[in-house]
Nanobody
Framework: QVQLVESGGGLVQPGGSLRLSCAASGSRVSIYAMGWYRQDPGKQRELVAQVIRSDGTTNYADSVKDRFTISRDNAKNTVYLQMNSLKPEDTAVYYC?????????????WGQGTQVTVSS
């Protein structure tokens, strides 16, 4: 099993920046991908960005391309989301997600969520 600890959310003005971090811990697992999702109340959780641990391949939602950057530090099992030029519509709870494998199969794990609010 993988445990995730998120940090970095908060309140920021439109046009501002925030950086989210998510550290993964677990034994006898292989992490395949790490990513960030977000969810507004009453809406479905949506993928924001994802990075493949082995080769760094990234995938972004169209709404955040050219504004957000996902990166990972394999040595620390940590994924980051640098969010620039933030807009009010980026306001949501952001959840870290990790896809990993163990002797039992392939699983996903979610962080507790961190609130990002973009408002003047």
């Amino acid at each position: 099993q993988v445990q995730l600890v998120e940090s970095g959310g908060g309140l920021v003005q439109p046009g501002g920046s925030l950086r989210l971090s998510c550290a993964a811990s677990g034994s006898r697992v292989s992490i395949y991908a790490m990513g960030w999702y977000r969810q507004d109340p009453g809406k479905q959780r949506e993928l924001v960005a994802q990075v493949i641990r082995s080769d760094g391949t990234t995938n972004y939602a169209d709404s955040v391309k050219d504004r957000f950057t996902i990166s990972r530090d394999n040595a620390k099992n940590t994924v980051y989301l640098q969010m620039n030029s933030l807009k009010p519509e980026d306001t949501a709870v952001y959840y870290c997600n990790v896809m990993y494998g163990s002797s039992s199969g392939v699983f996903g794990s979610w962080g507790q969520g961190t609130q990002v609010t973009v408002s003047s």
